[in-house]
């Protein structure tokens, strides 16, 4: 079932990168509740890993939106609103970009890992 931990990274930095970050938080809160409900045949630094990676996921994406209405509250008038969407468009692909890889780094790392621990074990 690791298998199925490994396709729900990639869909997180997958629509992360597209810059869906909405998508990208409700995948990574739902796999975390898979992770942490589900039983799924991995080892406990396996799962440990995979929950650290989804939490980050979350988290991360979480404060760009908290980001976003603390710019929106700096609003002065309507004047503002066209410079508000182009700047929030541009901090948000980037920060969605920055998030997407990190996590396909934490996620090559899950990998490199595992393939250790397998190795270690032969």
Do not use: E, W
Request: proline letters at 2%; glycine letters at 6%.
């Amino acid at each position: 079932m690791q298998v199925f931990a490994y396709i729900l990274l990639a869909a997180t930095i997958k629509t992360s990168l597209l810059g869906l970050g909405v998508a990208s938080l409700i995948i990574s809160i739902s796999a975390l509740i898979l992770i942490k409900f589900a039983v799924f045949n991995m080892p406990a630094y396996q799962h440990k890993h995979f929950a650290r990676a989804f939490k980050m996921a979350t988290l991360t994406h979480l404060s760009a939106y908290g980001l976003l209405i603390a710019k929106f509250t700096l609003l002065d008038g309507l004047q503002d609103i066209p410079a508000f969407i182009a700047s929030h468009l541009i901090v948000h692909h980037i920060l969605c970009a920055g998030i997407a890889g990190g996590l396909t780094l934490y996620g090559i790392r899950i990998f490199l890992n595992a393939k250790t621990h397998s190795l270690h074990l032969k």
